[in-house]
């Protein structure tokens, strides 16, 4: 009798150190990362605003826009304003490279959200600000229920040069729970008016992404759980 009673309390706290390592594994969500260049982001997909319409288009609201490996996205600005079709060097001089299909937020000062039917790794665009000039922008990324994942500010310049010197921002996790991402930009008269090029997508398991720290905690929870019921076990 005894020892039934001693290995019922050993599969009970056993049971208790599974369950306290799933909770606290549960709770240490991956941290993304803020990531400078197309290059860095090493995007496996993306959005050629070039397929919302021509330059001058005016598009309402939200609106989809399927991704070059047929997932759709809407997109929105964060108060419900339009959106407009630019292109650089035509209906647009700035600094994106010649010919870069935009979308513009037409000075209305809402954000630029875009939200994914599924949860991807990375995304990033480059980012103008309308008036010439230096400004402060913002990327943030959010989960699957709207929760703020990380949030970024980045610096740009604003010129006419037409040389591909826009700044980009982009936002990449390892794992793919990003579901929805914001632009926005404060230039140096307090406006949040801008426009973004393509917007560059990582998703799929294809390709490596950084790790962002939370995987050593996780293993060393599991190390020690697993020593308490080894331990136990041997008893």
């Known amino acids: ?3 039934v009673k001693l290995m019922k309390k050993k599969v009970v706290l056993s049971l208790a150190f599974v369950v306290a390592f ?3 594994a549960s709770q240490l969500q991956a941290v993304p990362v803020f990531v400078g260049s197309r290059a860095a982001l090493n995007g496996n997909d993306f959005i ?3 397929a919302a319409g021509p330059e001058f288009t005016v598009l309402a609201s939200p609106f989809t826009i399927p991704t070059n490996l047929g997932m759709t996205a809407t997109v929105s600005t964060s108060n419900g304003t339009n959106l407009e079709r630019r292109d650089q060097g035509s209906s647009w001089s700035g600094n994106f490279a010649p010919g870069d299909p935009l979308i513009w937020n037409q000075d209305a000062g ?3 959200v875009v939200n ?9 665009a480059q980012v103008q600000a309308d008036f010439f000039g230096p400004f402060t922008g913002t990327i943030s990324a959010f989960g699957m229920t709207g929760n703020l994942l990380g ?3 980045f610096n740009g310049n604003s010129t006419s040069d037409g040389d591909n010197s826009a700044v980009f921002a982009g936002i990449l996790n390892d794992t793919a729970d990003i579901f929805s991402v914001s632009f ?3 230039d140096q008269f307090g406006q949040n008016a801008f426009a973004i090029n393509q917007l560059d997508i990582v998703k799929g398991g294809s390709q490596g992404v950084p790790e962002s720290g939370a995987t050593l905690p996780l293993l060393g929870l599991g190390i020690v759980a697993l020593g308490f019921m080894r331990k136990f076990a041997r008893a």
């Open 1 to 3: 009798m005894l020892r």
């Open 22 to 24: 799933a909770t606290i």
């Open 48 to 50: 050629d605003w070039g």
């Open 110 to 112: 809402g954000d630029i």
């Open 116 to 124: 994914f039917g599924m949860g991807v790794f990375g995304v990033g």
């Open 151 to 153: 949030s970024f500010t």
């Open 184 to 186: 926005s930009v404060l």
